[in-house]
């Protein structure tokens, strides 16, 4: 509408300037002083407008017609654009100084892991300097692990712990997260107390197993002698220290074993371990734990081997099924595989069992997480079964999956990659 206006109102003005001429005998003359004088005035206004935009702090040039109107929208806008441009500003300031609150040390960093941003505390934690913005993170932190860690976490998502590279008695735990397009949240986290904890942890329970682990022997020594030369003081007495020994023995046994596995970061010798083998072997016993209480099946696939210990492996699959059949009812079933799927190499162990409550599967392979008094009380398990079958397979770069119904039975599922086929 206003653009009509203005066609207008230069049609009528030019429209006048013809009649002028022609009543004064000189059209074109007085045509041609009046498009001069408007492409004059039009000039002059384009060169007030590039003077002016050159300089945003003065007024805007004063005018009228289009041109007001051009100035005035254009002063608006600035004035807009200043009022965003503060809240952008007043934004990033709030994240800045909500990042330089974090006491972990955070860094922005590209794809190819140079380093844009990072906050106050990974100048104190990392010692790094202003200047060390625009190197690559890993000329600053000359790990190998660091940097074979950092190369996948496009594709996975985990952690990792490494050394201060400034203190070697500090612990650092690092994670990383897509921040925007093209960069990335790096954070380094101080657990050192986490990890100094967990280690005073680890040598407490396993000096206290080794400790125990010689008196208890001599104990269910002494008390299996009293059990074959009964005595009509109390005899059942004598059965239920027995039971209760030799449950206490398991514990310290499966307290060892989850030591040894913490303490082996990395498999001894892998050699290939033939499953198919394993598995008839722990049939045979499964069917004695039973004592044909259960249906109990398995499905394997000939030849196929995985590359990792035998012996870890063995105890791993002894726990599932061990508890697959203490947990499960008799006259239930259940069922153990093995075998290669889409996903990797599959060994599942599923049961009709009681099942798992829903709220406790995240949880139920903690050391010693009890799932119901009841269940545990009658089932005489350690508790920490679970916790060797989770080291055990994370020292195969293999995971776990659970899947529960409570009152319909549990299917455990280790897969291991396709790289540890043997």
Known sequence: ????????????????????GWFSGHPVLITGIFLFTYLTWQFYNSLRL?????????????????????????????????????????VIDDFIGLADAFPDAT?????????????????????????????????????????????????LHTTLDIINPNDDNICLQASIARFRKNQRLLLFRNVTDVRNLDRIRHDLVANVSHELRTPLTVL?????????????????????????????????????ELSRLEDSKTLEG??????TALLEQIAEQAEDLSQGQHKITFKVE?????????????????????????????????????QQTEDGLELSVSDTGVGIPYR?????????????????????????????????????????????????????????PIERKA
């Open 1 to 20: 509408m206003i653009s009509i206006k203005r066609t207008y109102r230069l049609l009528t003005g030019l429209s006048l300037a013809l009649l002028a």
């Open 50 to 90: 590039y003077r002016w935009l050159q300089s945003w702090e003065s007024e805007p040039p004063e005018s009228f017609g289009m041109w007001s109107d051009i100035f005035d929208r254009i002063a608006t806008l600035q004035k807009q654009n200043i009022k965003r441009n503060r809240q952008y500003q007043e």
């Open 107 to 155: 860094l922005v960093i590209d794809d190819h892991d140079v380093i844009s941003w990072f906050n106050d505390s990974a100048l104190r934690m990392l010692d790094l300097k202003p200047t060390d913005r625009g190197q690559a993170v890993t000329n600053l932190i000359r790990d190998p692990a660091f940097a074979d860690w950092l190369s996948v976490q496009d594709r």
């Open 220 to 256: 269910l020594g002494y008390l299996e002698i009293l059990k074959t030369q009964p005595t009509e003081a109390n005899p059942d007495a004598i059965e239920r220290m027995f039971t209760q020994a030799c449950q206490m023995s398991d514990l310290l046994e499966d307290l060892l």
């Open 270 to 275: 892998p050699a290939d371990v033939d499953v």
């Open 302 to 338: 000939p030849g196929l081997k995985v590359r990792g210990s035998e012996t870890d492996l063995k105890s791993a699959i002894q726990n599932l099924v061990v508890n697959a059949i203490n947990y499960t009812p008799a006259k239930g079933k259940i069922r153990v595989a093995w």
């Open 360 to 416: 406790d599967l995240p949880r139920i392979t903690e050391r010693f997480y009890r799932v119901g008094d009841d269940r545990n009380r009658n089932s005489g398990g350690t508790g920490l079964g679970l916790a060797i079958v989770k080291h055990v397979l994370h020292s195969h770069d293999a995971r776990l999956e659970i899947q529960s119904t409570l009152g319909k039975g549990s299917t455990f599922r280790c897969i291991f």
